[in-house]
């Protein structure tokens, strides 16, 4: 029997208690299943960490976490400590170090969740955003010059290398390419002339290599308009981090909110491990109150399955949380309902029990 040892930085606010019931559902899967088992480490990291050791993780704390299988991150990010601090500390130290560079996140409405468009639907709303995740706008690349003085000024530029570009390019064509869907490019050519114009040559060249799949490419304003309203012409989605970032956000909206949306931050080549986490914060208004939706957690469980090779669990818990919703007898109040985090959680785990 395999053994999956599991990284767990839990963090702060409601991580903590979104990761539980994540966990509890590892467990009960494994539990069905007796090709493996997993074995759960737990890194006490985050704001908490911080006000005690002035530090978000240890110093040798990639070093702890290069062995693992995976990492299962709940949120990071407190009131009291910079949120560039913990972000930059803990989060983008990791996906930086450990060369995930990309980004996967589903927005899919599922039958019974909740959608602020009035023609939404389970088949107009199904998009896979790949999402450059280790430099592009986010490199950290710049200058702050004369602080504090009338003529300071700051530089904050777009990092975008030819290696990077390229393989998160071929990353999306090989997905598109594998489950027969079409690919958008999301990118902004006309005012960043040096980037995008870069970014959409590379698409061009890569695109070459696969004159099996159909290609589409927009600029990021038109791409935000569109999703709105006309969102079934996405569905394998490439785009640069900081594009990414904020139309995944837009994506969470369509389907369904921040307790629904899942992101995973792969390594491919697998040298390192991969990080999954739900894409919401650590959600300070409702922190302790046991009222977190924990299905966005969850979500990012089924993407660790995918991530391991048992796709056909992933799947299996993606329905658990799809018949829950669409049942919406236990439901957090973020999805109109009265039940807590870990009745949610329960729920799951008796779905995925009945098999249903
Ligand atoms: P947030 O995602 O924590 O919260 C935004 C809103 O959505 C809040 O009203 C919150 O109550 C609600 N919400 C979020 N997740 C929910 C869930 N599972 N169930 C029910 N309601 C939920 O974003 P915000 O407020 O901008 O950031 C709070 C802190 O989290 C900051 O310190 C920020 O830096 C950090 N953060 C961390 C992230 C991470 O660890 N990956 C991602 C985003 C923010
Ligand atoms: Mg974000």
Not at 173 to 190: D, R, W
Not at 233 to 262: Q, Y
Request: aromatic content about 10%.
């Amino acid at each position: 029997m395999k053994i999956y040892k599991i990284a767990v930085i839990a963090g702060d606010g409601i991580g903590p208690e979104v990761v539980d019931e994540g966990i509890k559902v590892m467990k009960k899967v494994a539990e069905l299943d007796d090709r493996f088992q997993f074995e759960f480490t737990y890194f006490p990291w985050g704001c908490e960490y911080y006000s005690k050791y002035n530090k978000m993780m240890d110093e040798d704390g990639l070093e702890k976490l290069k062995n693992f299988d995976a990492i299962y991150l709940g949120a990071v990010g407190f009131p009291g400590v910079p949120d560039h601090i913990s972000l930059w500390d803990l989060l983008l130290r990791i996906r930086k170090e450990f060369d995930q560079y990309v980004n996967i996140r589903p927005i899919k409405l599922l039958n019974g969740a909740p959608c602020p468009l009035v023609d939404g639907s389970r088949d107009t709303i199904d998009m896979l955003f790949i999402r450059e995740n280790s430099e592009g706008e986010y490199a950290g690349a710049g200058d702050w010059l004369f602080k504090g003085k009338p003529e300071e000024v700051v530089l904050q530029t777009g990092v975008f290398s030819r290696k990077g570009t390229e393989r998160i390019i071929r990353y999306a064509f090989e997905i598109a390419s594998k489950e027969e869907k079409t690919l958008t490019s999301i990118s902004k050519g006309n005012a960043l002339n040096y980037s995008m114009v870069f970014w959409d040559e590379v698409f061009n060249e890569v695109k070459e290599e696969y004159p099996d799949v159909k290609t589409y490419s927009y600029l990021v304003d038109a791409a935000a308009m569109l999703m709105v309203k006309d969102p079934g012409r996405f569905e394998v989605v490439v785009t640069s981090n900081l594009f990414g970032d904020i139309l995944t956000d837009l994506g969470a909206a369509l389907a369904g909110g921040m307790g629904l949306a899942a992101g995973a931050n792969i390594n491919p080549e697998r040298s390192y491990p991969s990080m999954f986490e739900p894409i919401h914060g650590s959600a300070p208004d409702i922190a302790g109150k046991g009222i977190a939706n924990p299905l966005a957690a969850i979500w990012s469980v089924s993407q660790i399955f995918d991530f391991l090779g048992y796709e056909e669990i992933g799947e299996r818990i993606l329905k658990a949380i799809e018949f829950l919703v669409e049942e919406s007898a236990v439901l957090t109040p973020d999805l109109g309902g009265i039940a807590s985090t870990a009745e949610v959680g329960d729920r799951v785990v008796e779905i995925l029990n009945q098999n249903v």
